[in-house]
Every structure is written in structure tokens, then in C-alpha cells.
Nanobody, 120 residues
Framework: QVQLVESGGGLVQPGGSLTLSCAASVSTFSFSLYTMKWYRQAPGKQRELVASIVTGGTTNYADSVKGRFTISRDNAKNTVYLQMNVLKPEDTAVYYC????????????WGQGTQVTVSS
């Protein structure tokens, strides 16, 4: 069982920046095996994938955040980050961290979410 704890959310003005963190309660070796993802869900909308980073470090982003958001991981700290720049009101959502790997079965874990509000 993996527990994920997100932090770093809050209220920010349009054009501002925030960095989200997600710490995993798992061994350092095990953490490195997981693909880590950030999702978000705005009120009345479906949850959407924002960014992902695989074990080798390759990253992918939703078109809506390309060039503004950066996902990174520190395997030594069992932590994944989401640096968010040039934030827009439409980025307002609850952001969720996800850890996934396949080993005989799917190992799929979610954090509790952290609220990001972009408003003046």
C-alpha cells in the first residue's frame, strides 16, 4: 500500500506560480518504479490528466499546460513535483497525485488532492 500526500496548493493571482509536491510513503527503490502523474478536477468537470513522468524521466503534458507546467521527481526523497507558472483562472481545480505501476497486477494509488485557486 502506498500513501500519497499532496501539498502546496492555495490561492494565487493570474500570472502567478505555485509548486505542488506529492510525497509517497514507500521505499526509495519502489518509488523509482512508479509512473507518477498529476491530475486535476474542476467543479462540474471530469478529472483530467495534467502531466506524467515515467521511471526513466520522460515527461508528458496536456496541451493546455505545455510550456507553463513542469513535472519532476526526486527519487531520493520519494517526491514528485508540479511547478506551475503563468497560472490562469481555468487552472483552478483540485489537483491529485497518482502513482501507478504494473507488477503481476495494477498498483494504482491516489492522494487526497490539494486545491489550487487562480483568482484576482
Amino acid at each position: 500500500q502506498v500513501q500519497l500526500v499532496e501539498s502546496g496548493g492555495g490561492l494565487v493571482q493570474p500570472g502567478g506560480s505555485l509548486t505542488l509536491s506529492c510525497a509517497a510513503s514507500v521505499s526509495t527503490f519502489s518509488f523509482s518504479l512508479y509512473t507518477m502523474k498529476w491530475y486535476r478536477q474542476a467543479p462540474g468537470k471530469q478529472r483530467e490528466l495534467v502531466a506524467s513522468i515515467v521511471t526513466g524521466g520522460t515527461t508528458n503534458y496536456a496541451d493546455s499546460v505545455k510550456g507553463r507546467f513542469t513535472i519532476s521527481r526526486d527519487n531520493a526523497k520519494n517526491t514528485v513535483y508540479l511547478q506551475m507558472n503563468v497560472l490562469k483562472p481555468e487552472d483552478t481545480a483540485v489537483y491529485y497525485c497518482n502513482a501507478y505501476r504494473w507488477s503481476w497486477r495494477a498498483h494504482d494509488y491516489w492522494g487526497q488532492g490539494t486545491q489550487v485557486t487562480v483568482s484576482s
